[in-house]
């Protein structure tokens, strides 16, 4: 069953009383909170809210959620306008409160899934780059340089955790372990759970990105430290049920999805890989062999995600 339509402000979202005609509460809706849902319909009302900074109320039309019910949970869908508008939510529905800051090695950390082509990357780094320019504002006059304040939310990607080639090399069947680079196996899950886990009890970690042009990550190149209060971690796989994919699930304070056409998707792809030097043939070829068939997995983990985000023309 699906809800219609409704409206958010574009600063925070606060679900109405549980004395509303509607009945329903999302704490998803709320920044840094634990997130459940108590509803006897499928319906969320959104009140808008006024910011110190504005001297008048946010447009609560701006941006549209709507709650997909299934017997099991229900899930809110982001749907906007523009992919700016997107941006613009996601950021506001992460603008953190102060609550973080009594613990200098809190962390909130969010997952974002999605199959290849799907945006994740430039949807993580919009979303980073919009808090930390509002965060000097929102933290002004608290004791925080205000001149150069340090980012507040960080971006670390997925990527960084694949095998490296010489450990693809190493399997049984090396030439299809090349050819299928980029499938959930052709990761160490473990790594990266490692990694979160150092950086949930630690509050800072250096972590691996990957080098297109070599092919291979690159080791303790991303550091993300005690002054990262959010970190978006982004990738494909995040969301799977299987093995140490879970236990990485499960780290995270909230998890998106990102939904897209998978036709529409691969033909992103397609042009990314033709970007890099690929023939159109071995372009196709790959999508068809290896891409199409992740990204179906990949959208089967959509059911494991706390927001649904609906991809626009990037």
């Excluded at 997909?68 to 953190?96: G, M, W």
Aim: proline content about 7%.
């Amino acid at each position: 069953m699906e809800a219609s339509s409704l409206s958010t402000s574009n600063a925070h979202y606060f679900p109405s009383s549980p004395s509303s005609s509607s009945a329903c509460r999302s704490d998803s809706l709320l920044p840094f909170s634990r997130r459940h849902f108590q509803c006897r319909q499928s319906y969320l009302s959104i009140q808008p809210i006024r910011i110190k900074s504005l001297s008048k109320p946010v447009s609560p039309t701006k941006y549209r959620f709507r709650v997909l019910s299934s017997q099991s949970k229900q899930t809110p869908v982001l749907e906007a306008r523009t992919i700016d508008e997107i941006y613009d939510a996601l950021a506001a529905r992460l603008l953190p409160t102060f609550a973080m800051e009594s613990n200098p090695n809190s962390k909130y950390i969010v997952g974002i899934a999605g199959p290849p082509g799907a945006g994740k990357s430039t949807v993580a780094s919009e979303v980073a780059r919009r808090i930390n320019k509002q965060w000097p504002q929102k933290v002004s006059g608290v004791g925080i340089d205000a001149v150069s304040p340090p980012d507040f939310a960080t971006v670390l990607p997925m990527d960084g955790f694949h095998l490296f080639r010489h450990q693809l090399d190493k399997m049984e069947n090396s030439e299809e372990a090349h050819a299928r680079r980029g499938a959930p196996w052709t990761f160490d899950p473990e790594l990266l759970l490692k990694c979160l886990r150092n950086l949930r009890s630690e509050g800072s970690v250096y972590a691996p990105s990957f080098d297109h042009g070599v092919g291979d990550p690159i080791e303790d190149d991303i550091l993300v430290t005690l002054q990262h209060k959010l970190v978006i971690v982004e990738g494909n796989y995040l969301l799977l049920e299987e093995g140490a994919w879970k236990e990485v699930s499960s780290v995270f304070d909230e998890k998106w999805f990102i939904e897209v056409d998978i036709d529409t998707a691969m033909q992103r792809v397609l042009k990314r890989h033709i970007s890099t030097g690929k023939p159109p043939d071995v372009a196709k070829w790959r999508i068809d062999y290896n891409d199409r068939p992740n990204a179906e997995l990949i959208n089967k983990s959509k059911k494991n995600a706390d927001l649904i985000i609906r991809s626009v023309d990037l």
